[in-house]
């Protein structure tokens, strides 16, 4: 299984220096260096990570940079491990004709991040889905409600600890 | 655990305006035109939508959830259940992400097959949306003549796969089993045909000035809107945005194939149907392309670790048997990692996240699903139009509630 990360770029440095004229790449070391935290190259896909607080800023920059398309928002529970939380952003550029992740990881207390419908106002559905199967709160959203699952329905189901068969 | 959630539809306040005249209409989720279960919350003003809200859930089975509770080959008949109209490209997408997972190679064949398959695919679901719409307007005849050929096509994935509609056809590491003897004989049988059924259905309804009327100008999209709303696939390409991603961004040998991408700039209800009509012609020509430059070869890969050995292989060799045993009750173990996989489905851009940790189940698949997100454009396209255009316009965008909801 050695040649699924035979070609990887692990580490915001190794990326910098081996993709300098990636848009995206080139866009968040223009916008704010220190907001980049980390990247990866992997399986033909570049994962960007910022920083929580800066998602808005850094999905306005990757959208000036050519990648226009906003495609999907989700989360994946790192329970117990922390920070426990990662959302991931898939963005295509029609132009490059390419999809970039943006990944912001989260706290397990009460995580919250700013919504980015103000950006690609077609977040509003993706972002409500995350709030209402994970629990995570999208400051600024237009009406953060639950989309799949009754309004007064108790807990989130895909956080890992939330049993299979639900609770009985 | 209950945390404070925004504002119930109905407790929102009324739209600007001359409120005492405004009333709030629910339309479904039992409504006939809704294609399943969509509830629309609609306020209008006389016969002007004024505000619209689509209310899903309604067939919510958090199959999210299942998945991480299976193995990654006990998914595959999960993902025929999402969009049942398409199974074979839920099941073409979940094998790809898996199959970029395990940085598996898959024999052309299998790849060519892939493609035929996913074609017909997208003929069978646009024969459904053109059914259906078309019987929404009040053109019922159509109705009646797309599930002919459906039932053709419905009965080649039988012979292929033995299942109508839930095919789990398609499998990570290739195919199920060989395609029977007769198979390419009926493919093409059917090819030679079809091309003058499209001209049949476009008879009755590209002339019928009823049906013009009730399309022309109606639900109009402009390509900014489309984008910013996250519209993909035929709503997309009806409003102007020249994007498909078996051209722009190829997977499963669709380089290969020489085909035109419909695009109109009109970005109304009748567009998305010149745009579906003209797509069906071009996976005519894809299928024959296929057919003709079908490779020999293996239908899987070489994976005995990932892939289910051949019945007879497995009756006669002892290794086949204890690699078969073990997938089944062990299933295989996926390298740690995380990938996105997007295809272009009957309905536009499908993807699949996967995250594995590494284990032999998936730690998280999620599933991004085109119509979701187009639905999100319904109250655009019908705001300031008259109440029944909603019909129109639910209908030209093609919605399939099951992989709206999951």
């Known amino acids: 299984m050695a040649a699924a990360q035979k070609n990887s770029i692990i580490g915001r440095a190794a990326v910098v220096e081996r993709l300098p004229n990636h848009p995206a790449v080139k866009a968040l070391l223009a916008w704010n260096s220190d907001a980049f935290v980390d990247a990866k190259f992997d399986r033909g896909e570049l994962t960007l990570t910022v920083a929580a607080e800066q998602v808005r800023a850094a999905a306005a920059t990757v959208q000036a940079a050519g990648y226009n398309f906003f495609e999907d928002v989700t989360a994946v529970d790192w329970f117990p491990a922390t920070p426990r939380f990662q959302l991931s952003y898939h963005i295509v550029s029609h132009v490059h004709k390419e999809r970039i992740r943006l990944r912001v990881l989260l706290d397990g207390e009460s995580p919250a991040v700013d919504s980015i419908t103000p950006v690609w106002p077609s977040a509003n559905y993706y972002e409500r889905e995350v709030f209402d199967l994970f629990g995570i709160r999208f400051e600024g959203h237009p009406n953060l409600r639950r989309i799949m699952l009754p309004d007064d329905w108790q807990g989130h189901p895909l956080r890992k600890d939330y049993p299979v068969e639900g609770y009985r | 655990m209950t945390e404070t959630v925004g504002t119930p539809i109905l407790e929102l306040p009324p739209a600007e305006g001359a409120r005492d005249q405004h009333m709030v209409l629910n339309m479904g989720p039992q409504h006939p035109s809704t294609h399943g279960v969509l509830r629309l ?52 997408c979940y094998s790809l992400a898996v199959e970029r997972l395990l940085g598996l190679e898959i024999p052309e064949k299998a790849q060519w097959m892939r493609v035929l398959l996913s074609e017909l695919t997208r003929l069978n679901s646009h024969l459904v949306w053109l059914g259906t719409h078309a019987m929404d307007i009040g053109a019922l005849t159509v109705f009646l003549y797309t599930f002919r050929e459906r039932e053709d096509i419905l009965r080649i994935f039988e012979d292929i796969s033995g299942q109508r509609m839930m095919t789990s056809y398609i499998r990570i ?78 997977y499963s040998g669709y380089e290969k194939f020489q085909f035109n991408v419909p695009v109109s700039t009109d970005g109304d209800c009748w567009a998305r149907y010149e745009v579906r009509l003209i797509e069906m012609r071009e996976s005519v020509k894809m299928i024959q392309q296929a057919l003709d430059g079908m490779p020999e070869g293996p239908i899987k890969a070489d994976a005995p670790k990932i892939v289910l050995p051949d019945r007879e292989k ?93």
């Open chain 2, 41 to 92: 919350v609609l306020e209008i003003d006389g016969e002007i939508i004024v505000r619209l809200y689509p209310e899903i859930g309604y067939l919510h089975t958090g199959i999210e959830k299942t998945c991480e509770a299976k193995f990654y080959q006990q998914v595959v008949p999960l993902t025929d259940r999402i969009d049942y109209l398409s199974p074979m490209a839920n099941n073409l």
């Open chain 2, 314 to 406: 497995m009756k006669t060799q002892m290794e086949s048997l204890i690699h078969h045993f073990k997938i089944v009750t062990e299933g295989f173990a996926v390298p740690a990692g995380e990938v996105y996989q997007g295809i272009e489905s009957p309905r536009g851009q499908m993807g699949y996240y996967m995250v594995s940790d590494g284990t032999a189940k998936p730690y998280r698949v999620h599933m991004r699903n085109p119509t979701f997100a187009t639905l999100q454009a319904l109250e655009t396209m019908c705001k300031g139009r008259m109440l029944a255009d909603v019909v129109a316009v639910v209908g030209s965008i093609d919605i399939v509630l099951g992989e709206i909801d999951r």
């Open chain 2, 173 to 250: 590491g290739g195919l199920a089993m060989e395609p029977p003897l007769d198979f390419f004989d009926r493919v093409q049988a059917f090819i030679r045909t079809f091309p003058e059924k499209i001209d049949e259905y476009s008879n009755l309804l590209t002339g019928n000035p009823i049906f013009r009327s009730r399309l022309k100008g109606v639900g109009y999209l402009s390509p900014e809107d489309a984008i910013a709303l996250g519209v993909t696939g035929p709503p997309l390409r009806a409003s102007g945005v020249d994007f498909d991603l078996r051209r722009d961004m190829p």
